[in-house]
């Protein structure tokens, strides 16, 4: 499974743009990078899931650059709800065995 | 509400007994993931089942936990004769798996352990 490596934490003022990147330099060719959200004592929720260059949703950006070896989760103008912890992830979810590999996340903090 | 559920949301529990968690998945989903997640750390996996065939249980902590899917719906989580250190966060999440496709998982909203 390839490793990840985030901040353990952010803080932001609300209405700002924030950008969580995650480091995964030995990304598979097969691997998909996905992000969750999580809010205390809820489970993760479905951000955004890519494989390279943009993908972007209703709730977020997710920039892929050509070598896929990091990625940024984009939160365009942050509100306080968006205080959460953020997870990157990477894999092959097309892989039969394929099971989430959580790491320690990315702690967000939105003030004020 | 069409999400995945789990219940009982909070359990606590005294040293030895045993409990048992339930989980609910988005309905037609064939494949179902229990996770457990302790303070301050991301989830961990712990087994799976595609229908009602359990694919994956090495990852289980010990052979005091047990899961099943017996109808390939709903889903429990068994731990017998529990200890303090099984407390934490026991999560379930579903996903409609195709082979070739980047199947997305749902996480439900957890069942809280509480071991005296």
């Known amino acids: 499974l390839a490793k990840t490596t985030q901040p353990i934490s952010m803080d932001s003022y609300e209405g700002q743009e924030v950008n969580i990147t995650c480091s995964h330099n030995n990304i598979a060719t097969n691997d998909y990078i996905t992000w969750y959200q999580q809010f205390p004592s809820q489970g993760p929720r479905f951000i955004i899931q890519g494989y390279k260059t943009k993908v972007t949703n209703e709730v977020a950006s997710l920039f892929i650059p050509a070598d896929r070896k990091s990625s940024t989760l984009s939160l365009p103008r942050v509100s306080l709800s968006d205080t959460a912890v953020y997870y990157c992830?990477?894999?092959?979810?097309?892989?039969?065995?394929?099971?989430?590999?959580f790491g320690k996340g990315t702690s967000l903090l939105v003030t004020p | 509400d069409t999400g995945v559920s789990q219940n009982p949301r909070h359990k606590i529990t005294k040293r030895g007994q045993n409990v048992t968690f339930r989980c609910d998945p988005i309905s037609e989903h064939n494949r179902l993931y229990w996770y457990r997640q302790t303070l301050g750390q991301g989830p961990e996996f712990l087994t799976y089942?595609?229908?009602?065939?359990?694919?994956?249980k090495s990852r289980l902590l010990s052979d005091r936990f047990s899961a099943e899917r017996p109808k390939g719906s709903f889903s429990t989580l068994e731990i017998q004769r529990t200890e303090q250190g099984d407390s934490a966060m026991y999560l379930c999440a579903s996903s409609q798996w195709t082979s070739g496709r980047a199947n997305t998982q749902y996480f439900g909203p957890g069942t809280r352990l509480t071991v005296l």
């Open positions: 089942f595609q229908n009602e065939a359990q694919l994956e």
């Open positions: 992830l990477v894999g092959d979810p097309s892989n039969s065995g394929y099971a989430l590999n």
